[in-house]
């Protein structure tokens, strides 16, 4: 296996309206790309797997399901809205835990193309089982996908081939976590290296003082609030500056840039408080100018993909980069193996291609060509009241059906008895777009207000970098 995926990686970047390469010769130099996967994907119908149940894979689910090519689509277990779309099934029973199951579900159903959403099952190596049963899937192997399931992991491929990042250290023991801590001072980052999605911060603790510090490591790795995720812990230094996200597809040497967007982790307004898997989005992300997206492709992406080909581990798949930037540089906080949720929502909606078609395209090593609308979109999240502590499930929400001007994405939610209720933190991703993002902002927001849902709250300022940006342009 390891010879097979040593191919050389150059580490092009590729311009993000065309991916250009010779499909038969990279097919043949490289038996493990994506253009091996592809079974199908010609002429007729394609039968669509979209795995997961969040708001990032209704978003998936709603735009690969416009796609002309696109027959029968399937979600599972998708949550609320994607039963009430009148296009897709929604599969509350599969369990994508159990692979088996999953494949066989793929051969009784036609599957030709299944879309792994979340970090957990690319994690748990779905793809690599469904590669083996021959069934295309969009997504990194196990192997690769270890650069979101092990921070500590990621945070050596940086070191290794020079990608700036925040400096850092792992630990397995509380007592030399606590010493490094001593050593640093504060204001320092706690990190759990496994996945702990679910989990509150998402094992993330920005410690403002050293005690706020040695409790997290306490939390992680003696009270085990995060579970085995805990088990090691990155300890690195805190970044100060803005944040952004950057997307980009990645086949092996092949690195083909998206567009950003901005999220808001922070639970208040003001971009305070605990954080949380993200209470809102925006794109595109003003401070992700073209210089700074192209600095952080050459210095951040390209490096991190001819890592991976080094390690024998090459990624492919869709990758999402967490930036901090500062006085013009953009460093990595995080990759993720996967679209970002809620920034997907606001992505998709400016999608203007076929995603199906693109995704295949993808996957064969064909070009692709990606068009985007210049209108710039906002997601503003409805979450359950506590969130991201202990949260009430249940609360039933109201008025969806009234909503105009915005597209309701739903997250943790499920239908009781013909009634939409709440089953998560994260709950709605109300998304719209404007020909400016006040505009965006504003559509929003009056959409978030038609809709009857007494446990929720949301934060009111999403998007606020980009609006003071824009104001302070037109008082120019």
Not at 90 to 97: A, D, M, R, Y
Not at 193 to 207: D, E, H, T, W
Not at 407 to 421: C, E, L, N, S
């Amino acid at each position: 296996m390891a010879a097979q995926q040593s191919h050389a990686c150059t580490g092009r970047v590729r311009p993000a309206l065309a991916l250009q390469r010779a499909a038969a010769t990279a097919a043949a130099r490289r038996p493990h790309s994506l253009a091996a996967r592809v079974t199908c994907g010609g002429a007729g119908k394609q039968n669509v797997l979209v795995v997961g149940g969040g708001g990032r894979e209704h978003a998936l689910s709603w735009k690969l399901a416009q796609s002309p090519s696109c027959g029968t689509l399937y979600v599972a277990p998708g949550n609320a809205g994607t039963e009430l779309e009148p296009n897709m099934v929604s599969l509350p029973l599969l369990n994508t835990s159990d692979h088996k199951q999953v494949i066989t579900f793929c051969r009784e159903k036609g599957i030709d193309f299944v879309m792994v959403g979340p970090e957990q099952p690319l994690v748990e190596g779905l793809v690599d089982s469904l590669e083996a049963a021959g069934v295309t899937a969009f997504g990194p192997t196990a192997a690769a996908a270890q650069l979101e399931g092990s921070k500590a992991f990621m945070k050596n491929i940086c070191r290794k081939y020079n990608i700036p990042t925040a400096q850092y250290e792992t630990f397995s023991d509380p007592a030399s976590a606590k010493a490094f801590i001593t050593q640093c001072g504060a204001p320092i980052v706690v990190k759990t290296s496994g996945l702990a999605a679910g989990k509150p911060c998402k094992g993330v603790i920005v410690a403002a003082t050293l005690e706020e510090a040695y409790q997290a490591v306490d939390d992680m790795m003696v009270n085990n609030t995060f579970g085995s995720a805990g088990a090691t812990i990155v300890v690195e230094e805190f970044l100060s500056g803005e944040e952004a996200s950057l997307f980009a597809f990645i086949d092996g040497e092949s690195c083909t840039p998206l567009v950003g967007a901005q999220d808001h982790k922070a639970v208040g307004e003001g971009d305070t408080g605990l954080n949380t898997g993200g209470m809102g989005s925006y794109s595109p992300a003003p401070v992700l100018t073209p210089e700074i997206a192209q600095q952080a492709m050459e210095q951040l992406v390209i490096p991190t993909a001819r890592g991976m080909c080094a390690e024998g581990t090459p990624f492919r798949g869709v990758i999402f980069a967490g930036l901090m930037i500062k006085d013009g540089q953009a460093k990595l906080l995080e990759h993720n193996v996967r679209f970002g949720d809620p920034e997907c929502q606001s992505l998709m909606v400016r999608l203007q291609s076929d995603l199906l078609e693109s995704l295949l395209a993808q996957c064969r090593g064909e070009q692709i060509q990606l068009e985007w609308s210049a209108d710039p979109s906002l997601t503003v999240v409805l979450a359950a009241k506590g969130y991201p502590g202990a949260y009430a499930k249940g609360g039933a929400i109201r008025n969806l059906q009234a909503v105009t001007g915005a597209k309701v994405f739903h997250a943790g939610t499920a239908m009781r008895d013909g009634q939409v209720v709440s089953t998560g933190g994260r709950v709605l991703g109300v998304t719209a777009t404007g020909k400016d993002v006040l505009e965006a902002q504003q559509k929003a927001y009056a959409a978030v207000d038609q809709i009857d849902f007494p446990d929720g709250f949301c934060r009111r300022d999403i998007g606020w970098r980009a609006v003071a940006r824009l104001r302070a342009q037109q008082t120019a």
